[in-house]
């Protein structure tokens, strides 16, 4: 303040990037969720574009809702009643995916397979994540749980039970097309029990502790204030969820190597990546598929002999082909991008020393800056060449068997 510093104005700066920025965490777990629970409900995807649109909203909303962040700093009246009304507003597309979710597994043949279970964690979860901070669109209430233990519940129930379960719904649900091996169903299980048990043991007290006055961001408190108990469950409940955490990568480390292979289309799921064989071959597709309805490959599956039918019409069309061109690898591209790391670091990270600093920020640059034109200059010459690969005609997905050099 002495020197012309504006503790608010910084409070704006953080939070306007704050904010929004959780957005970025939970709209990729929102999607991914969306990929897996038509796969196992067995239905597709209740009010897709509704979806879509609420997706677009919150991304729009989400700026213009830090300052709920700020309600206790003496915003004003028409400030706090602004951000408090655009807090509100963005739980509704938020509650309309959750609605749409529910109405997707409401009458499914619902499989309950792991991804399937960190999905549903997931929908439970953020749920109870979504309740708890629409409370803080109350100003009322959010002077009362501000900078308290219950906002640590809400938005690890938000972040964690929401991002963090959708994107290990994500990884076990991809991993047998990205490695070719499906994770054993009791061990994933397992891993999802005790990760759900861990993670409300740890963060459920929480909400009790910060209405009853435990303030976030204190690293000890005095042992007559009544928090010890549930801080001590917390504490258990951490341990249970760190040996869960271990037990999912440990099984999944254990399957990269030693796990059930497995062909294509694992899940019986909906969309084109599943229709390529397991391992995809690295050009995907000898012909660009067409894509008839929203779930591509189900429909492919649905209806065989039109889609067989397609695909003689369109190879007679063609007449054939001679072969797919790939390029050569290169490992140019790789080293312009450390150039531009260099770069990059040069600029923003050396300015401690102002005097001596100088030089060394600008002989990194320019070492980065030379890296990266090398690498370009080199790429640049390795022209054109590369292979041809000729997929196999009997599969409409080209699988290569044959592959000659290209001169």
Avoid: C
Wanted: proline fraction near 6%; hydrophobic fraction near 45%.
């Amino acid at each position: 303040m002495s020197n012309g510093g504006l503790p608010i104005l910084w409070q704006h700066l953080f939070w306007v990037f704050g904010h929004p920025e959780v957005y970025i965490l939970i709209l990729p777990a929102m999607g991914i969720v969306s990929e897996i629970i038509p796969t196992f409900a067995r239905k597709p995807l209740f009010g897709y574009p509704i979806v879509v649109f609420s997706g677009a909203s919150i991304g729009f909303l989400g700026f213009a809702v830090w300052s709920h962040h700020m309600f206790t700093t003496g915003l004003g009246t028409m400030a706090t009643a602004a951000f408090a009304l655009a807090t509100m507003a963005i739980a509704v597309p938020t509650g309309v995916k959750i609605f749409n979710w529910i109405g997707t597994l409401w009458g499914g043949h619902l499989q309950m397979r792991t991804p399937m279970m960190f999905a549903l964690g997931f929908l439970w979860m953020f749920t109870i994540g979504g309740l708890s901070g629409i409370m803080h669109a109350a100003a009322p209430a959010d002077a009362q749980q501000h900078d308290s233990y219950f906002v640590i519940a809400h938005f690890h129930y938000v972040l964690i039970g929401g991002s963090l379960f959708a994107l290990l719904a994500g990884i076990h649900y991809w991993f047998p097309l990205m490695f070719g091996r499906k994770v054993s169903e009791f061990w994933g299980k397992l891993s999802f029990w005790v990760i759900f048990a861990g993670f409300n043991t740890t963060f459920f007290p929480m909400h009790f502790l910060g209405l009853n006055g435990m303030p976030r961001r204190t690293f000890t408190y005095d042992g007559n204030m009544g928090w010890n108990s549930a801080n001590l469950l917390s504490s258990v409940g951490a341990v249970i969820l760190g040996i869960g955490v271990a037990i999912y990568f440990s099984v999944m480390i254990y399957t990269y190597f030693k796990g059930e292979r497995v062909g294509r289309d694992v899940w019986d799921a909906r969309t084109l990546e599943w229709s390529l064989p397991n391992p995809p071959p690295e050009y995907n597709y000898a012909v660009i598929p067409t894509v008839h309805e929203r779930d591509a490959w189900w429909y492919e599956k649905h209806h065989k002999a039109e889609m067989e039918k397609e695909k003689a019409d369109h190879a007679k069309e063609e007449g054939g082909h001679d072969g797919i061109h790939m390029p050569f690898q290169s490992i140019y591209p790789f080293t312009a991008s450390v150039g531009m790391l260099v770069v990059g670091v040069g600029v923003s990270v050396l300015d401690a020393n102002p005097a001596p600093g100088i030089h060394l920020k600008l002989g990194t640059v320019l070492v980065g800056f030379a890296i990266m034109f090398a690498s370009i200059y080199l790429w640049s010459l390795e022209g054109v060449e590369g292979y041809h690969i000729h997929p196999d005609p009997e599969n409409g997905h080209g699988e290569s068997h044959k592959q000659e050099a290209h001169k």
